[in-house]
């Protein structure tokens, strides 16, 4: 197959057709967006292993740091501020250990993001000499994908489960208006 070219990106990357006016709905949508960027990262790399810095694993490279810039950090200011603060108040020691936690994971991601970043920006910026990912890169990936990973088994499997059951009436409608304002959606009410 000598000149084929490899797609690296995935199939069916429309975003899901959920509206701000469900929340939980548009926040599951955004979890099932990371696993797509975390398998679009992991394809990547088996890509530049093959193929080095081609413009498809640039693209690719600034797909992901697109995404990881801008929805993630949106996303967990979603939770951090409309998910996690009622289920703390409700103190079920249980789901106030998760949420924890996942304040925790938010920061360790912010730092570990910046490092995952870095290495994707230098093979955006590289030339024809790109020596690939450095096995530090490499770890880096790993350790960003397996807490991601975690992550969304929590806050799916525990938290939002959770959350549902006590953001409910003018607090869900708070948390849509809120989530469309920070994202400069105009709101249709």
């Given at each position: 197959?000598?000149?084929?070219?490899?797609?690296?990106?995935?199939?069916?990357?429309?975003?899901?057709?959920?509206?701000?006016?469900?929340?939980?709905?548009?926040?599951?949508?955004?979890?099932?967006?990371?696993?797509?960027?975390?398998?679009?990262?992991?394809?990547?790399?088996?890509?530049?292993?093959?193929?080095?810095?081609?413009?498809?694993?640039?693209?690719?490279?600034?797909?992901?740091?697109?995404?990881?810039?801008?929805?993630?950090?949106?996303?967990?200011?979603?939770?951090?501020?409309?998910?996690?603060?009622?289920?703390?108040?409700?103190?079920?020691?249980?789901?106030?250990?998760?949420?924890?936690?996942?304040?925790?994971?938010?920061?360790?991601?912010?730092?570990?993001?910046?490092r995952v970043r870095a290495a994707l920006l230098g093979l955006v910026d590289a030339g024809d000499g790109w020596p690939g990912f450095s096995a530090e890169d490499q770890q880096r990936f790993d350790a960003y994908d397996a807490l991601y990973q975690r992550h969304?088994?929590?806050?799916?499997?525990?938290?939002?489960?959770?959350?549902?059951?006590?953001?409910?009436?003018?607090?869900?409608?708070?948390?849509?208006?809120?989530?469309?304002?920070?994202?400069?959606?105009?709101?249709?009410?």
């Amino acid at each position: 197959m000598s000149g084929a070219k490899v797609q690296i990106g995935l199939p069916g990357h429309s975003a899901p057709g959920v509206g701000f006016e469900a929340p939980f709905e548009m926040l599951g949508a955004c979890h099932e967006r990371v696993e797509r960027m975390l398998r679009l990262l992991g394809k990547l790399r088996e890509h530049v292993e093959t193929h080095g810095a081609d413009e498809q694993a640039r693209q690719a490279a600034r797909d992901v740091m697109r995404y990881f810039d801008q929805a993630g950090p949106l996303h967990h200011q979603d939770e951090e501020l409309h998910v996690f603060p009622p289920l703390l108040a409700q103190r079920d020691p249980a789901v106030v250990a998760v949420v924890i936690q996942l304040k925790q994971d938010h920061r360790e991601m912010e730092v570990l993001w910046a490092r995952v970043r870095a290495a994707l920006l230098g093979l955006v910026d590289a030339g024809d000499g790109w020596p690939g990912f450095s096995a530090e890169d490499q770890q880096r990936f790993d350790a960003y994908d397996a807490l991601y990973q975690r992550h969304l088994l929590d806050e799916d499997g525990v938290v939002y489960p959770a959350a549902r059951s006590v953001i409910r009436g003018g607090a869900l409608q708070a948390m849509s208006a809120d989530m469309m304002t920070r994202r400069g959606v105009p709101s249709h009410r």
